[in-house]
């Protein structure tokens, strides 16, 4: 399994940024996927998650109405289209998929977002 997201950088309040994942080495179209954040010298949190066809999606409640998560089946891309950044959304992004059999967390190494004046 491989992640690898793209697409951080740094903004100033108010812009937006599009995030991606590439995902390889599993059935990308079958799992549920998820984008995680950690900001410094805080736990890493569930900004957002789709479900295998991209029907459902859920949202922390800090980010609703401001980013979207989708997925490109077709691609194996994850994204996260994330608009009116504030200071407090600066963190490392990750996404992250779960084998449902065995339990185990696959995580991408994480692209940085900072925004900041």
């Known amino acids: 399994v491989q992640l690898v997201e793209s697409g951080g950088g740094l903004v100033q309040p108010g812009e937006s940024l599009r995030l991606s994942c590439a995902a390889s080495?599993?059935?990308?179209?079958?799992?549920?996927m998820s984008w995680y954040r950690q900001a410094p010298g805080k736990e890493r949190e569930l900004v957002a998650a789709?479900?295998?066809?991209?029907?459902?999606?859920n949202y922390a409640d800090s980010v609703k109405g401001r980013f979207t998560i989708s997925r490109d089946n077709a691609k194996n891309i994850l994204y996260l289209q994330m608009n009116s950044l504030k200071g407090e959304d600066t963190a490392v992004y990750y996404c992250?998929?779960?084998?449902?059999?065995?339990?185990?967390?696959?995580w991408g190494k994480g692209t940085v977002d900072t925004v900041s004046t």
């Open positions: 789709i479900t295998i066809g991209g029907g459902i999606t």
């Open positions: 992250k998929v779960r084998n449902a059999r065995s339990g185990r967390d696959y």
């Open positions: 080495g599993f059935t990308f179209s079958s799992y549920v």
